[in-house]
């Protein structure tokens, strides 16, 4: 089976564009939740979609935003980068609201030049 | 302070050696524990998760929690080179939002 698969692996953008990530969960998980992960740190939640509703939201400024479609896929949205959006964006599934056992996909890495 | 406090290593130890990683935190509310692994250029590896107090073992992984010391740990028996990695600890109360650890590096050298 397919595990979480994030794309693109990689991406230059330029302060004040805007980013779309996406990610596809592993099957039949309906969760879908979202960590920016700076160099030499711990990933730092984001967002929490179940069931295409929002169950949490992290600490992050209106400019990042979210969605989750009726296949349970998921959309992460980042307008008028700063060169600090620059990391590593991960996508983790689960199949219910929790995260204790969330599969993280490889991720996007993020360079905001 | 911060809620989660991980020593970022590096933390070196021969082929063999049994490995012990901790991690601290300030949380009462936090009931689930995680471990995961990250290898460079990857995403973090669920290893094992425990609720509240107690240990979990698998394999040669082995977790425990002591929530009134607010003390988690991870010991890794007979360590290889394969598992060099940054081993991350993660924590969630009932909120569903998780806190991590910054990581510490772990180094297995043959």
């Known amino acids: 089976d397919a595990g979480v698969t994030q794309s693109p692996t990689h991406l230059i953008k330029t302060r004040g564009q805007q980013v779309t990530l996406r990610c596809s969960p592993i099957?039949?998980?309906?969760?879908v939740s979202w960590y920016q992960q700076v160099l030499g740190q711990g990933p730092q939640f984001i967002f929490q979609?179940?069931?295409?509703?929002?169950?949490g939201r992290g600490n992050f400024p209106d400019r990042f935003s979210a969605r989750q479609f009726p296949n349970y896929s998921s959309e992460l949205n980042v307008n008028a980068l700063l060169l600090g959006d620059s990391a590593l964006y991960l996508c983790?599934?689960?199949?219910?609201?929790?995260?204790?056992?969330?599969?993280f996909g490889q991720g996007t890495r993020l360079t905001v030049v | 302070q911060k809620e989660v406090e991980q020593d970022p290593g590096p933390l070196s130890v021969p082929e063999g050696a049994i490995v012990s990683l901790n991690c601290t935190y300030s949380n009462s509310a936090f009931q689930y524990f995680m471990w995961y692994r990250q290898y460079s250029r990857k995403g973090p590896e669920l290893l094992m998760y425990?609720?509240?107090?107690g240990n979990k073992e698998d394999g040669r992984f082995t977790a425990q929690v002591d929530k009134s010391s607010k003390y988690i740990s991870l010991f890794i028996r007979d360590s290889q080179p394969s598992d060099s990695a940054t081993y991350l600890c993660a924590m969630e109360g009932g909120s569903y939002i998780p806190t991590f650890g910054r990581g510490t590096s772990l180094i297995v050298h043959p």
């Open positions: 983790a599934s689960s199949y219910g609201t929790g995260n204790t056992e969330a599969f």
């Open positions: 425990t609720y509240s107090s």
């Open positions: 979609y179940y069931e295409k509703e929002e169950r």
């Open positions: 099957s039949g998980h309906k969760s």
